[in-house]
């Protein structure tokens, strides 16, 4: 993985917050058309601020290492910041991808958006 900056290969060597949360607040399962892979996101929400995010993720290492990064960058962030949180922003926060890789960072920001719209529709519905 010489490609791969220290922060990814630290992330995909050692994962933070894999797994599903039950009866998360918001969810989301989204698949990158690139390559076919997929990521899973659930949130846990209170007071409009991301208190937990777990994910599962099957997909290449810099798709593993983006879903675990973004997971530890959103908690604590208000939705309305996280649903500003672009691919370019894990890209960078991750010290860069290679270039066949860019599109691997498009699963975390993707997912964790559609988990915030799943958690803002159900507080329509209520
Ligand atoms: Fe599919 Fe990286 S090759 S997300």
């Known amino acids: 993985m010489t490609d791969y900056s220290d922060k990814v290969v630290q992330h995909f060597e050692n994962p933070q917050n894999s797994g599903i949360l ?6 989301a399962i989204v698949s990158n058309p690139v390559c076919g892979d997929t990521m899973s996101v659930t949130l846990r929400i209170k007071n409009l601020t991301i208190v937990n995010m777990q994910w599962q993720t099957r997909g290449c290492p810099a798709a593993i290492a ?25 890209t960078q926060g991750i010290g860069g991808l290679p270039r066949d890789k860019g599109h691997c960072s498009v699963l975390a920001a993707d997912a964790l958006k559609k988990a915030i719209s799943s958690y803002e529709n159900k507080q329509k519905t209520l």
């Open 22 to 27: 039950e009866n998360p607040d918001g969810e």
């Open 66 to 90: 983006t879903s675990s990064y973004t997971s530890e960058f959103v908690r604590g962030m208000s939705l309305k910041e996280a649903r500003e949180v672009s691919r370019e922003v894990i």
